[in-house]
């Protein structure tokens, strides 16, 4: 697994982090009308909190370049990404194909999020949750959505 | 007086009814399993519990919402003293005399000392939160604009004070969260915010979605990266009922962690967590043979034990009378209420009475609920521990992924979670909280609504802020509890508290 530790200094990313989100949010707060303190605008407030957001996201950086820092936690991609892509799989499914095979293949993917689970204990689990979760959402608590395709 | 008998005869009458007793049991019988099994908190709980909730009326929803919380309070002890994995951050000094009198085999006593003396707090906090609860929100009433401002920036302090870490970190996750907040609709033009065209952004970022990324799958995610420990076993319980010479012994720790964690509760920048904590430096202070602390002393359990339950159930008095969250677990409530259309704040005691003493009413029944449930059925509890965690986090994830989809019936939701998952592992690794980031998300577009008003009827003046006795007052509280944890001295002593 690849480490950025050696890297990277945590407050360096941290403002890194809130830079760009205020800088995204900047862009769009332009096309609002501000107003002024008076008659403030939608898009008053909004400025003041992504202009604050960057300030403070600068100073990070500034803090993260010149000073030794906490290092950046081990990043491990595997879980991240199989559980992310469950999820999308869940998202994409859940609709098309029916809550059963939305949750078998959201389990299924899930299942190479941890080194630890068997085949055997993740098919079984996956099944009585298809199962269980058919009775209470969409019986008891009938949210629409088909069990099957 | 007489109207606290009053509204509590009427709380009982609700609370008592055969839905919502079942609600209050599933509520105390959940956060016992949460706080039972370590790597899941109550916050990713409720997020998880929470668009299951919709169906019901709003008074049983939030009366299991909250035995989940207090509930977690008992459970988490009984893994601490057990086997010496605190379920909860609010139990970790239990397990440091709980597991050593469970070595001496005295592990039906902790447990005991810890159940009666949760109990006795949490009967006593509720107490607390049926006086204090209706002279405070008449207080509140007559708050103006200004003041509402002044008392969410309070809110949003007390936030950086809970957040563990860097306290600049903490102030910058606010404000993203205040801006994550102000996506959505402008109350004064209704027009689209930073939606980036998205028409389903129009209402704003999903609550649940936001909820469910940052804590529930991150925290999976988080959770998945250490490889597992497996309790091969665990002390053996003998007798659960104490000795007289015990309870004579934990009395005065009860005692005295009780009335702390009511204080700490109330408090903003109080909390469960650092209640326990402080209640075990206080018994090892006033305590005659502090050498028996760390080998087995009993105070060192009643003590910690009683003040998180009593924080626990305090915490809900600046929510209900004036509708600011002071943690993560009760802005998460204030977002419960909200999507069951019942606006936190001053007048929830006299709009919704129902709701105010029904709650009360069921924290009494709960907290009944819970000794029974923690004592005598100990045993099965113990047993969940054996469910492995890689069978577990697929349940835990398939409940999420349904359970967001259920909000809206839109799989936009489950995108916006995948979003807010990878968001909350990486704000995880850079040591960043995400709680401070909920509070301001919650508290967002009331902090701006108030402040707008405020300017309004100033015309434009800001220093309306601080003209006002009560805005001011409240000001300067925020800021002399933001200058407690700048200055070096309390911030060091606060690593130290949550380094144990």
Request: with cysteine; hydrophobic share 55%.
């Amino acid at each position: 697994m690849k480490s950025i530790a050696q890297r990277g200094n945590s407050d360096f990313y941290s403002g890194l982090l809130l830079v760009v989100v205020a800088v995204v949010a900047l862009l769009y707060i332009r096309t609002l009308t501000i107003g002024t303190v008076l008659e403030m605008g939608p898009g008053y407030f909004p400025l003041g909190l992504a202009l604050i957001l960057l300030g403070m996201g600068l100073v990070m950086i500034v803090k993260g370049v010149t000073t030794e820092g906490v290092s950046v936690g081990r990043l491990h991609l595997r879980p991240l990404f199989f559980v992310l892509l469950s999820f999308v799989a869940f998202g994409l499914l859940v609709e098309r194909a029916g809550l059963v095979i939305a949750i078998l293949v959201q389990v299924g993917l899930s299942h190479f999020a941890s080194r630890e689970t068997t085949w055997l204990a993740s098919a079984i689990t996956g099944g009585l949750l298809a199962i269980a979760s058919s009775v209470v959402f969409v019986w008891l608590l009938k949210i629409p959505v088909s069990v099957l395709p | 007086m007489m109207d606290i008998f009053a509204g509590l005869g009427h709380g009982f009458s609700i609370a008592a009814t055969p839905l919502n007793l079942l609600f209050c049991l599933v509520g105390a019988v959940c956060g016992t399993l949460i706080g039972v099994l370590p790597g899941l908190g109550p916050v990713a709980t409720i997020s998880l519990l929470l668009p299951a909730t919709y169906a019901l009326d709003p008074i049983g929803a939030i009366i299991m919402l909250a035995g989940i919380y207090y509930g977690a309070q008992y459970g988490g002890s009984t893994t601490a003293i057990l086997v010496n994995i605190p379920g909860e951050s609010t139990s970790v000094v239990t397990a440091i005399d709980g597991y050593k009198m469970a070595q001496q085999g005295r592990a039906g006593e902790a447990l005991a000392i810890a159940a009666i003396g949760s109990f006795i707090a949490g009967c006593f906090g509720t107490v607390v939160i049926a006086l204090l609860g209706p002279p405070l929100a008449l207080m509140t009433q007559k708050f103006a604009s200004p003041d509402y401002f002044s008392l969410m920036v309070l809110g949003l302090v007390s936030a950086v004070v809970l957040a563990n870490g860097s306290a600049f970190r903490a102030v910058a996750m606010i404000f993203l969260g205040l801006l994550l907040g102000m996506v959505g609709m402008d109350i004064n033009t209704g027009e689209a915010r930073m939606t980036f065209g998205l028409i389903e952004l129009s209402d704003g970022i999903n609550f649940v979605a936001l909820v469910m990324g940052l804590f529930g799958v991150a925290e999976v995610i988080s959770n998945l990266e250490n490889v597992s420990t497996r309790i091969v076993n665990h002390s053996k319980i003998n007798s659960i009922w104490p000795s007289f010479k015990v309870l004579r012994g934990a009395w005065g720790a009860v005692t005295r962690g009780t009335l702390l964690g009511t204080l700490f509760g109330i408090l903003p920048g109080g909390g469960a967590t650092i209640a326990s904590f402080s209640s075990y430096a206080l018994e090892k202070r006033v305590s005659k043979t502090p050498e028996r602390f760390g080998n087995g002393a009993i105070e060192g359990v009643a003590g910690p034990e009683s003040a998180n339950n009593a924080a626990a159930q305090t915490s809900f008095v600046p929510l209900l009378t004036m509708g600011i969250p002071t943690s993560a677990t009760m802005a998460l409530l204030v977002g419960a209420l909200t999507l069951h259309g019942i606006a936190p704040g001053p007048t929830i005691i006299s709009r919704q009475p129902d709701l105010f003493w029904g709650l009360i009413a069921s924290m009494f029944l709960g907290n009944a609920m819970l000794v029974i449930i923690n004592l005598p059925m100990i045993g099965i509890w113990v047993r969940l521990l054996n469910v492995p965690y890689r069978i577990l986090y697929l349940v835990i994830l398939v409940v999420c992924a349904i359970g967001v989809f259920s909000v809206n019936n839109s799989s936009f939701d489950i995108y916006m979670t995948v979003g807010f998952t990878a968001l909350g592992y990486i704000l995880r690794k850079l040591d960043a909280e995400p709680a401070p980031l909920l509070m301001g998300f919650v508290l967002g577009p009331m902090v701006e609504e108030n402040f707008r008003r405020s300017l309004i009827t100033s015309h434009g003046d800001p220093m309306v802020f601080l003209q006002r006795p009560i805005s001011l007052t409240l000001l300067l509280l925020s800021a002399a509890l933001l200058i407690s944890i700048v200055m070096p001295s309390i911030s060091k002593r606060r690593g130290e508290v949550f380094q144990e």
